[in-house]
């Protein structure tokens, strides 16, 4: 592709998640390396319908690697979701002279990336940033790692207090429909128990499981529950356990957008700048509709309908493994 007439755009759209400043970083510095024009759109989907647009250089990104949240901002964008909100996004991208799309972000986000290229042809590409880690086409998302880490680290503090009162507690952790968060910190906080949307235990098998726990001499215990499991949040799922079991004292604590913040870690930092240089490799190489994913280790590309209507599942051997681990 003639570079000289190619001028890039990159925004974040949805949730923010640790690395999208790091996967910012190494779009402009590969463009600059490149000698491509890049744009920095503000405020996602919004951004570009309102026109908030600024040239970007590699000093723009300077000292942004270990920064957690988007230089970029970010706005879930009812506007785009209709045919004049986009038409009025791709007017704006004509007038700055805009060629080509990089978005970071999760399934929303492909989702309009996708729908924008297909009303317009504007070649688009995606990056996977998201803690839920459940698009399709990745092992994992940017923001993933460094998420199930500061889950890691709440969990522990939060048993500390479990066990100075012998109490159960129930913690929530984020993941939207994806059970990954809860089945990684789960496993790495000890848990008896990890509640997922894809693998639902009933509150009866819960209950059991706690019994047996406790006549094995456990006085305090720790259940991982996702947001999006069928049996309710944590709270809910508490109320029931505690209305056919009520041995324990029990403690709800729901860590929310807790989450999405923080330094990335050094994972996700690498993770983010591989994907930010090959989104840009990609566009030149004529790559068009996709997400740059890296799945054992090496970079490939899934087409965004696929990426955003395929369901990247939890490992379910590591199921078995919580199982086993958790007596």
Not at 5 to 14: A, D, E, F, P
Not at 197 to 218: C, F, N, Q, W, Y
Request: include cysteine; aromatic fraction near 6%; glycine fraction near 12%.
């Amino acid at each position: 592709m003639n570079t000289q007439k190619m001028k890039i755009g990159v925004l974040t759209s949805g949730g923010d998640a640790p690395g999208m400043n790091a996967a910012i970083r190494a779009v402009v510095r590969t463009c600059v390396y490149r000698n491509i024009e890049v744009e920095g759109i503000f405020q996602g989907y919004q951004g570009m319908i309102e026109g908030d647009f600024k040239k970007l250089n590699e000093r723009s990104v300077a000292r942004i690697l270990g920064r957690g949240g988007t230089i970029l901002k970010s706005s879930r964008s009812k506007d785009f979701m209709t045919k004049e909100g986009r038409q009025k996004a791709y007017e704006n991208m004509k007038k700055h002279g805009v060629n080509a799309l990089i978005t970071i972000g999760g399934n929303g986000t492909f989702t309009g990336a996708h729908v924008f290229f297909e009303e317009f042809g504007i070649p688009v590409m995606g990056v996977p940033g998201s803690i839920d880690n459940d698009l399709f086409g990745t092992d994992h998302c940017i923001g993933f790692d460094t998420a199930t880490n500061t889950v890691v680290d709440a969990v522990d503090k939060i048993r500390d207090t479990a066990t100075s009162h012998n109490r159960l507690f129930f913690v929530e952790v984020m993941g939207r429909n994806s059970g990954f968060i809860a089945l990684k910190a789960g496993i790495a906080t000890g848990a008896i128990a990890i509640v997922l949307p894809e693998d639902e235990m009933s509150i009866d098998d819960l209950v059991a499981t706690l019994r047996e726990s406790e006549e094995s001499g456990k006085s305090s215990s720790i259940v991982l529950v996702a947001e999006g499991s069928k049996s309710g949040g944590a709270y809910e799922i508490a109320k029931k356990v505690t209305e056919k079991y009520s041995e324990y004292e029990t403690r709800v604590s729901v860590l929310g957008h807790l989450q999405r913040g923080g330094a990335p870690s050094c994972y996700d930092r690498v993770m983010a700048s591989r994907m930010g240089v090959a989104a840009v490799e990609g566009i030149l190489e004529g790559r068009k509709d996709v997400m740059i994913g890296i799945i054992n280790d090496r970079e490939t590309y899934t087409p965004l309908s696929e990426a955003i209507n395929q369901r990247h599942m939890p490992n379910r051997d590591e199921l078995r493994i919580a199982r086993i681990l958790s007596i």
